[in-house]
């Protein structure tokens, strides 16, 4: 059974990457500074939409 469910695994199967918001969880769990700002770019162009901030 897939962790993720259907519809987004579809989706990545479908452009061949990987989803933003893994990247971005990844990013942020380096703790590496360079990566945080990275996650932060992509936060703001890509996922602000879906997860606006609190």
Not at 5 to 11: K, N, R, W
Not at 30 to 45: D, H, K, P, Q
């Amino acid at each position: 059974k897939p962790f993720w469910g259907p519809s987004l695994l579809a989706a990545a199967e479908a452009s061949a990457t990987v989803p933003a918001e893994l990247v971005y969880a990844d990013l942020l769990a380096t703790g590496n500074a360079r990566c945080i700002e990275a996650a932060e770019l992509l936060y703001r162009s890509r996922l602000v939409d879906r997860f606006p901030p609190y």
